[in-house]
């Protein structure tokens, strides 16, 4: 975070047992970060598990902390077809709900969770994951199988951006997704933030999820970026992991070995000195996790190490090769 302090704030996924000075990962927080974004505890499901009732406490903690550290907050996420209670799509019947009761709940939940953070969470992921995804033909533009879609159409972006802003004006507004440095993602994700722009909707920016790989390639990187930068919008890279396996590599360890190790490294390197180039457009990078230790990429027999600090959240090799760049 010093290191980088002229470029952009150093983010890091959190729970709420990490927000505290005297644990491990507190102290890592404290040394290496400057911004945090809650893991899951600001998703739909969890602030408002059921209609009307909202629970406040994990994601307060998180934002009590980083109040009295000094530490930015980027609010994740208000408009998911993941991760959100089915009272907000379906009636008791299990039929969709109306367009006109779907948008006023989703009016009511995102003006009541950026209202209760307003001053407190600087950034939001207000729309995630909206486009389609494996789509090379580039035949289906929106995800349709989202209930935000089936209930409301296209326009449910518009207002969840609309309602974020009214209740915080001085918020940046992201829309968030993966995949974006592919080319049929990266067009969309282009088209759909143009039309928004074009409509006067009120949103700063662009988050890239980051879920890359060691072999992920600085051409769709730089390609996807000056792209963006048409837009006149900021970037954020909002949930950055660097898997130790190649795309498409099935294979998996335990440990790290000495290939992981030369491989992230490289990586590493080469996304540090891209996001650096484009410092004038990137206004924050965020790690999904704090070290090796917690990561959602894992599985029984496949660690996919992916920070720059290990499972004793000591720096690795890679945190130095990052270090030399500035
Ligand atoms: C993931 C969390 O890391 C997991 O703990 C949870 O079980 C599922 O969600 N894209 C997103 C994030 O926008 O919210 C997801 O986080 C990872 C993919």
């Known amino acids: ?6 470029y952009f704030p150093i983010g890091a996924a959190i729970t709420p047992q990490h927000a505290d000075p005297n644990t491990v990962h507190g102290k890592a927080l404290l040394e290496h970060f400057s911004s945090v974004t809650a893991e899951n505890v600001m998703k739909p499901d ?12 994990n994601a307060d903690k998180i934002v009590q902390f980083a109040k009295e550290h000094n530490i930015k907050v980027r609010g994740h996420c208000l ?8 009272w907000m799509f379906y009636d008791e019947d299990g039929a969709l709900l109306s367009k006109e009761i779907a948008l006023d709940q989703l ?6 969770v950026v209202s209760r953070y307003k001053g407190d969470v600087y950034a939001w992921d207000v729309v995630n994951e909206a486009l389609y995804d494996w789509d090379p033909d580039g035949l289906i533009f929106y995800r349709e199988d989202s209930p935000w879609y089936q209930m409301i159409g296209e326009s449910y972006i518009d207002s969840a951006f609309v309602y974020a802003h ?29 039309r928004l722009k074009e409509n006067d909707i009120p949103i700063d920016g662009i988050g890239m999820q980051g879920h890359w790989f060691v072999g992920t390639s600085e051409e769709d990187i730089r390609t996807t970026l000056d792209l963006y930068r048409q837009l006149g919008v900021e970037i954020q890279i909002t949930e950055l992991d660097v898997s130790v396996y190649l795309s498409g590599d099935e294979t998996g360890s335990e440990s790290y070995t000495e290939a992981f190790s030369i ?22 990078v965020t790690f999904w996790g704090i070290g090796d230790d917690g990561t959602w990429l894992d599985k029984p027999g ?3 190490f992916p920070f720059l ?6 720096p690795k090799p890679a945190y130095f090769e990052v270090q030399d760049l500035v």
């Open 1 to 6: 975070k010093e290191l980088f302090k002229d």
């Open 46 to 57: 969890q602030l408002q598990r059921n209609k009307g009732t909202f629970t406040w406490d």
């Open 79 to 86: 408009t998911w077809h993941s991760q959100t209670s089915d």
């Open 107 to 112: 009016k009511e939940h995102i003006n009541t």
């Open 166 to 194: 009214r209740a915080d004006p001085d918020a940046k507004l992201f829309y968030n997704d993966y995949n974006s440095i592919f080319g049929w993602k990266r067009d969309k994700i282009f088209e759909l933030v143009k």
């Open 263 to 284: 491989r992230q490294k490289q990586a590493y390197r080469m996304i540090f000195q891209v996001l650096l180039d484009y410092s004038d457009i990137i206004s924050g």
């Open 302 to 304: 496949r660690k996919a």
């Open 309 to 314: 600090l290990d499972e004793n959240l000591q």
